[in-house]
């Protein structure tokens, strides 16, 4: 079967940094999304992972494992806005084929 | 560029009807994916078409089917709604130009209830 675990709820402060972790089980790979989704909204595309290593986009970086099945999402300079939910979403088979993580609600207090 | 386009935004149904989604992807987009999201179980995939054919379906019943037009919009059916079936509906589109598996854009969603 297919399985992505995250964290369910997480707290930072304006300004800081934090990290969300996400660890995966699928019968294949190739490739890790990640996804922005605030409330009453469609997700949006934040980062992606194909090989192992670290993508920096911005204030956005992800970075991938693929022997740990483990990625994270690292938020810099966390803003108001950069509360919502954080899916993420590995494809594993032929095409577009994704099974996504549950989604780790970020709450960013003043 | 415009975005991906769903119809209607809101629907109620009832029990037993049937419901018809409609998806509009990006321009040249070639890939249209469909996912259900509900608070309890998350988003999950339904199917994926390409170049009017399904390519990939996920874990729902024969009573989910979906199909995809010469112009790459697509429709998602529902027969005989159940109470469960309650969630927001996504669509999403993708490019596809190297074959690959590329980004996928996401539209609005419809938010089907079912009474």
């Known amino acids: 079967g297919q399985n992505i675990d995250q964290p369910t709820e997480m707290t930072a402060t304006e300004g800081a940094i934090v990290q969300i972790n996400c660890t995966y089980q699928?019968?294949?790979?190739?490739?890790l999304f990640w996804y922005q989704q605030h409330a009453g909204e469609a997700p949006t595309f934040l980062s992606y992972n194909v090989l192992d290593g670290l993508e920096e986009k911005g204030r956005f970086s992800s970075f991938l494992s693929r022997s740990k099945g483990y990625s994270y999402l690292l938020l810099k300079e966390l803003q108001m806005k950069d509360s919502a939910s954080y899916l993420c979403a590995v494809n594993h088979n032929y095409g577009q084929n994704f099974v996504f993580g549950p989604g780790t609600r970020l709450s960013v207090l003043p | 560029k415009a975005g991906v386009t769903q119809t209607p935004r809101y629907l109620i149904k009832t029990r037993g009807q049937q419901v018809t989604l409609s998806c509009s992807p990006i321009s040249g987009h070639r890939s249209v994916s469909w996912y259900q999201q509900t608070p309890g179980q998350g988003l999950q995939f339904l199917f994926e078409y390409f170049s009017e054919t399904q390519r990939n379906k996920g874990n729902f019943p024969g009573r989910f089917s979906g199909r995809q037009f010469s112009n790459s919009r697509s429709e998602m059916n529902v027969s005989t709604l159940e109470l469960g079936d309650s969630a927001l509906y996504l669509c999403?589109?993708?490019?596809?130009?190297?074959?690959?598996?590329?980004?996928?854009?996401f539209g609005p969603g419809t938010r089907l209830l079912v009474l």
């Open positions: 699928t019968s294949g790979f190739n490739g």
């Open positions: 999403a589109s993708s490019l596809i130009a190297r074959g690959e598996q590329e980004t996928q854009y």
